[in-house]
């Protein structure tokens, strides 16, 4: 085929015979008997063109290519909502459900490309619609408890109770991936990426990745020298162990490659790795100090500061829930803290344990129902109140053109306004594990 020194890139092939079934290619505008994917690369080019010229198609398009490159944005809008919401609003041949569906998929769709295909935006689009966290079902957002079109259960319609025939919010909770509930759990305990870039769980060595630090000093010191780079960044440096990562993010169903699709959601045996790894929030190997530390100290230096002030702020910051209901939680929580009433400093050092119930429980493992929020614990770090997140914000913007952030009145404002492209970024390793800040809003945000 002609692989060029340009990564990623070929040149066109030339004297290519005829297709030896004698069938004439059909798709889009590419017919013959000698098509190639270049032709298919030129036929969408030619499409998303004409669609960023001439908005979304409100009708049938009379373009073939621009057709083509509608299906795909489509099936490119329809992969996001499913990630950012852990539900499908089409079948298996991505035909929409039902017409609630198919409405919600064509307004984001044209929202993907009236924004010139950004992903952001499009992820924007979704966080903002009404199927994005919706007010739990005691919160009585609405006249009726199913209020809302069947965009999450479609086979509601035939429930003897015509009141049950649309969905309510509880249809619209799902679970959480693996690789976003490991990035929401440090990003909310503050736990950096390790001090060396990686490339999880290898190193950039696959053969090395199924080895413990004795064997791969062993193999770093023999005649043949191999896995020294993964035995110096793992064991001398302490980044994460390669076997032990790779273990667990198998057991809690991340993606790794084509031949490992992974899962979405907790099974009995992905909960036991997961409890394994954050039962009892002990920090990684490359972390002094982590937000859990800071939230003790805090509590013991402010004055009349009281175990719950300090079960109340964790709470806040993982699950966005600030406040401990009397009854069968308080009791819980007096089990593992001690009286609630009593100093901060006595449940200091027992936080961790409050943070891996809280890190198992199903306000953080699913996804669907906001946070109930509640007042402001007193132990809150000043950066991670609102009006410090929103003048971040409004400082170095959300990355959406033509608007502009502005804080007032304790509310984040979208004007429109002229923005200058930001600045592009320096290179950095890749990485597969990012994070990206800290509290149960950066979570929110993330998905």
């Known amino acids: 085929?002609?692989?060029?020194?340009?990564?990623?890139?070929?040149?066109?092939?030339?004297?290519?015979?005829?297709?030896?079934?004698?069938?004439?290619?059909?798709?889009?505008?590419i017919t013959g008997l000698r098509p190639t994917v270049f032709d298919l690369d030129g036929a969408l080019s030619r499409g998303f063109?004409?669609?960023?010229?001439?908005?979304?198609?409100?009708?049938?398009?009379?373009?073939?290519d621009a057709a083509l490159?509608?299906?795909?944005?489509?099936?490119?809008?329809?992969?996001?909502?499913?990630?950012?919401?852990?539900?499908?609003l089409t079948i298996a041949n991505y035909f929409p459900r039902n017409q609630a569906a198919s409405d919600l998929l064509h307004a984001l769709a044209r929202s993907f490309v009236a924004s010139g295909f950004s992903l952001e935006a499009l992820l924007v689009a979704i966080v903002s619609s009404n199927y994005f966290n919706r007010i739990p079902p005691d919160g009585a957002c609405g006249a009726r408890p199913y209020s809302y079109p069947n965009v999450?259960?479609?086979?509601?319609?035939?429930?003897?109770?015509?009141?049950?025939?649309?969905?309510?919010?509880?249809?619209?909770?799902?679970?959480?991936?693996?690789?976003?509930?490991?990035?929401?759990?440090?990003?909310?305990?503050?736990?950096?990426?390790p001090p060396?870039?990686?490339?999880?769980?290898?190193?950039?060595?696959?053969?090395?990745a199924d080895r413990t630090c004795p064997e791969l000093r062993t193999l770093c010191e023999g005649p043949v020298s191999s896995c020294c780079n993964t035995h110096q960044l793992a064991c001398v440096m302490n980044g994460p162990l390669p076997l032990e990562e790779l273990r667990f993010q198998r057991a809690v169903g991340l993606f790794l490659r084509s031949s490992e699709r992974g899962f979405r959601g907790l099974s009995f045996q992905a909960r036991l790795a997961w409890e394994d790894r954050y039962g009892a929030c002990t920090k990684p190997r490359w972390v002094a100090e982590d937000f859990i530390d800071r939230l003790a100290a805090a509590g013991v230096a402010t004055a009349g500061a009281t175990a719950r002030d300090v079960v109340a702020a964790l709470k806040d910051r993982l699950i966005g829930e600030p406040t401990i209901a009397d009854g069968p939680e308080?009791?819980?929580?007096?089990?593992i803290v001690g009286d609630l009433a009593g100093p901060a400093s006595g449940a200091a050092y027992r936080l961790r344990r409050v943070c891996g119930a809280l890190l198992g429980s199903p306000q953080f493992l699913l996804q669907g129902i906001a946070g109930r929020g509640g007042p402001r614990p007193l132990?809150?770090?000043?950066?991670?109140?609102?009006?410090?997140?929103?003048a971040g914000l409004a400082a170095g913007g959300i990355g959406t053109p033509g608007l502009a952030v502005s804080c007032a009145g304790g509310a984040l404002v979208l004007s429109p306004a002229r923005t200058a492209p930001p600045a592009p970024a320096p290179a950095v390793p890749r990485r597969d594990r990012r994070r990206d800040g800290g509290a149960t809003a950066a979570?929110?945000?993330a998905r």
Do not use: H
């Open 1 to 29: 085929m002609g692989l060029t020194s340009g990564c990623g890139q070929w040149n066109a092939p030339g004297g290519i015979p005829d297709d030896p079934a004698g069938i004439d290619a059909k798709l889009a505008s």
């Open 49 to 64: 063109q004409a669609l960023r010229a001439g908005g979304a198609p409100a009708a049938a398009l009379a373009d073939p």
């Open 69 to 88: 490159a509608w299906l795909v944005t489509l099936k490119m809008t329809e992969d996001v909502w499913r990630q950012a919401t852990g539900t499908r």
């Open 152 to 193: 999450f259960d479609p086979w509601v319609t035939s429930e003897a109770d015509p009141a049950r025939r649309l969905n309510g919010p509880g249809d619209a909770v799902t679970a959480v991936d693996g690789r976003t509930l490991i990035s929401a759990a440090a990003a909310a305990l503050e736990w950096p990426d």
């Open 196 to 208: 060396v870039p990686s490339r999880f769980p290898d190193y950039g060595e696959p053969a090395c």
């Open 330 to 335: 308080a009791a819980a929580l007096t089990a």
């Open 379 to 390: 132990l809150t770090p000043a950066g991670a109140g609102y009006d410090a997140v929103c």
């Open 443 to 445: 979570r929110a945000a």
